[in-house]
C-alpha cells in the first residue's frame, strides 16, 4: 500500500473515531484519490447560512505534496466570493502552495479555510478573477500562485 494510502487511511479512521469539527463533514470519502467535504461557517459572518463543498484530489506523493484543493462549482454548490478564491473554485492559499507541509491533514485544511471565510469583511473577488478563470489550469496545482495579502 502506497503511503499515501495508508495516511489517507488513518486520516479516514481518525474521523470515524473521532468525528470532524462543527461545520465540517465528509460527504464523500470513498476512495484514496477524490474526497469531498462540505463546509460552513457558523457564527456571525457574512457567509452566515451558506454551505461549501472542497474537492480534495490526491496524488501518491500525499502527504509529502499537498492535495489540489478547490471549491466546487456545480448545479448544488458555488464558490464563496472571497478575495483569496476564484470563481472556478480556485483557491489562492499559501498552504495549498509553497507553505504546505505534511503534518497537516484533510480537515486542517479545512478548518483553515473556514477560518478563512469567517475572517473576511467583505464579498469580492480577486481583482484578476475574469483573466485567471479564462486562462486556469484544470487543476489549481498547476498554478504559479503570488501570495501577497494574508490580512483577507
Known amino acids: ?5 495508508r495516511r489517507l487511511q488513518k486520516e479516514l ?6 468525528g470532524t469539527p462543527v461545520g465540517i463533514e465528509v460527504l464523500q470519502a470513498d476512495d484514496f484519490a477524490r474526497w469531498v467535504l462540505s463546509v460552513e461557517v457558523l457564527g456571525e459572518t457574512i457567509y452566515k447560512g451558506e454551505k461549501f463543498a472542497l474537492l480534495f484530489r490526491f496524488d501518491n506523493q500525499y502527504p509529502i505534496s499537498a492535495p489540489a484543493v478547490q471549491f466546487v462549482v456545480d448545479d448544488k454548490y458555488k464558490a464563496p466570493i472571497h478575495p483569496h478564491v476564484y470563481s472556478n473554485g480556485h483557491i489562492c492559499a499559501s498552504i495549498l502552495g509553497n507553505e504546505w507541509s505534511p503534518v497537516l491533514s484533510v480537515v ?9 471565510l469567517a475572517s473576511c469583511k467583505k464579498k469580492e473577488r480577486p481583482p484578476d478573477n475574469d483573466r485567471y478563470v479564462s486562462h486556469a489550469p484544470e487543476n489549481p496545482k498547476k498554478t504559479r500562485w503570488d501570495f501577497h495579502d494574508d490580512n483577507v
Open 1 to 5: 500500500m502506497a503511503v499515501s494510502s
Open 108 to 116: 486542517s485544511v479545512c478548518v483553515t479555510i473556514q477560518s478563512m
Open 13 to 18: 479512521m481518525d474521523i470515524k473515531k473521532e
